[in-house]
């Protein structure tokens, strides 16, 4: 199996995501680490114990990384979608985590990871990229040792927080910057306008709460999301962004990606945290295409493994 770590703020779509990792035997889940984001870093720490928890898989550590942006901290915080508890008011409803955090922290967990590792180690970050921009400040020597970063955020048309910004680039615009354009890994990034075209109805969400306790609780958790969805958008669907993600993560090719060197507006202006085409930066993946039923049916599939 690949070595995977997820670097995550959950976050409903994040719950999803790291239900699906542990739910596939094609990655060896060897760490989770936290980042500020959808909620609070403190919060976020609890929410993954807690899904790893649900998910019933124990011995993986989970780290606390960056509790803020590298640069400018806006607090910027995305409750509206996730809830105040960052997972659809059902956070205390989950299980305890069954350990503490790590005390070694993310970046440290993630360096360890890299350094034990036999085979190349994929870096899923689905929150901001500050811990990611962190590890390769910190670790520059271990940079060989990561096979792919494969990351949600971005998008190359409208943006969700702004008009021109994904939520996750537009936290952290300098931590995208370094990851994006100056990595020396191969980077994989799954933009919002391919997420937003893999959108999971009212059937999905059903199959989803029928397939046994964990994937019931777990429709419980989008059930505000799907909410807000629908408030926004006026359909009853909802984006896995992340799932999407951590799926190409799980499984190399199941997106389409073009390669597209891409620049970061770091400015304090309205583009803050658009990635834009264009820049003298290594070509980054971007995922443009999809067989959307596929990506759907694979996650449920995935998911309803866990009973
Ligand atoms: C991204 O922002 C967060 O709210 C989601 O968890 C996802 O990672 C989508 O823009
Ligand atoms: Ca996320």
Redesign the pocket.
């Known amino acids: 199996p690949i070595p995977l770590i997820i670097d995550t703020?959950p976050?409903v779509?994040?719950a999803v995501a790291l239900m699906l990792a542990v739910a596939s035997p094609e990655v060896d889940l060897r760490a989770v680490t936290t980042v500020f984001?959808?909620v609070a870093l403190p919060q976020t720490t609890r929410n993954a114990g807690r899904v790893l928890a649900l998910a019933g898989r124990t011995g993986v550590p989970v780290a606390a990384g960056a509790a803020r942006p590298l640069v400018h901290d806006r607090a910027e915080r995305?409750e509206q979608?996730?809830g105040g508890d960052g997972l659809g008011g059902r956070a205390d409803a989950l299980p305890d985590p069954t350990a503490a955090p790590d005390a070694r922290g993310a970046v440290a967990v993630m360096a360890a990871v890299l350094r034990e590792a036999a085979e190349p180690v994929t870096i899923a970050p689905?929150?901001p990229l500050t811990n990611v921009a962190l590890l390769l400040a910190v670790h520059p020597e271990l940079a060989p040792r990561i096979g792919r970063i494969v990351w949600?955020?971005g998008s190359l048309g409208a943006g969700?927080v702004t008009g021109a910004a994904?939520?996750?680039a537009h936290c952290d615009p300098e931590a995208a910057h370094r990851v994006l354009t100056q990595a020396d890994v191969p980077v994989t990034m799954v933009p919002?306008d391919l997420t937003h075209r893999c959108p999971a109805g009212p059937d999905w969400l059903a199959a989803l709460a029928a397939g046994g306790p964990r994937g019931h609780e777990l429709a419980q958790v989008v059930g505000h999301y799907r909410v807000a969805f629908r408030a926004r958008h006026g359909v009853d669907a909802v984006a896995l962004?992340?799932a999407v993600a951590v799926l190409e993560a799980i499984a190399p090719g199941t997106l389409r990606t073009d390669p597209t060197p891409l620049a970061v507006a770091c400015d304090l202006g309205p583009a803050r945290g658009a990635t834009v085409p264009g820049g003298t930066g290594p070509a980054v993946a971007v995922a443009v295409d999809a067989d959307v039923g596929a990506v759907l049916g694979a996650v449920l599939e995935r998911v309803g493994r866990l009973g």
Request: proline share 0%; glycine share 20%.
């Open positions: 703020d976050g779509d994040d984001g959808n995305a979608w996730h689905i929150g949600m955020g969700n994904e939520f996750n919002l962004h992340d």
